[in-house]
Nanobody, 126 residues
Framework: QVQLVESGGGLVQAGGSLRLSCAAS????????MGWFRQAPGMEREFVTA????????NYADSVKGRFTISRDNAEKMLYLQMNSLKPEDTAVYYC???????????????????WGQGTQVTVSS
C-alpha cells in the first residue's frame, strides 16, 4: 500500500507560479513511477506529467510543456510539480498518483496508476 498526500495548491494570478508537493508513505517509493493528473469541474481527469522510477524519464502533456517541471526525491519520498506561467485553464484539482508497473516508461493513462492522493485545488485567476 502507498499513501499519497498532496499540498501546495492555492489561488494565484495568471502568469504566477506554484509548487505542488506529494508526500508518499508505505512501500518503496523509489520503485514507483509517479505522476500528476488534474481534473477541472465537469471534465475528465487528464494527464499532466509523469516521471519514471529509474533512468528518470519524464512525460509532459503538450499543454504544460515548457511551463511545468516534475521532480522527485527518493530519499525523502517526495514528488514535486513546479508550475510556472500559470494560465486560467490550468485551474483544476491536481492529483498525485503512483504506478507499480514494471515498465520502463510511465503511462499517461489514469487507469495505469494504482494509488492516488486526495487532490489539491489550484485556481488561476485572470
Amino acid at each position: 500500500q502507498v499513501q499519497l498526500v498532496e499540498s501546495g495548491g492555492g489561488l494565484v494570478q495568471a502568469g504566477g507560479s506554484l509548487r505542488l508537493s506529494c508526500a508518499a508513505s508505505g512501500r518503496a517509493f523509489s520503485n514507483l513511477h509517479m505522476g500528476w493528473f488534474r481534473q477541472a469541474p465537469g471534465m475528465e481527469r487528464e494527464f499532466v506529467t509523469a516521471i519514471s522510477w529509474r533512468y528518470p524519464i519524464q512525460n509532459y502533456a503538450d499543454s504544460v510543456k515548457g511551463r511545468f517541471t516534475i521532480s522527485r526525491d527518493n530519499a525523502e519520498k517526495m514528488l514535486y510539480l513546479q508550475m510556472n506561467s500559470l494560465k486560467p485553464e490550468d485551474t483544476a484539482v491536481y492529483y498525485c498518483a503512483a504506478s507499480a508497473a514494471s515498465t520502463i516508461t510511465p503511462t499517461t493513462r489514469a487507469a495505469g496508476y494504482d494509488y492516488w492522493g486526495q487532490g489539491t485545488q489550484v485556481t488561476v485567476s485572470s
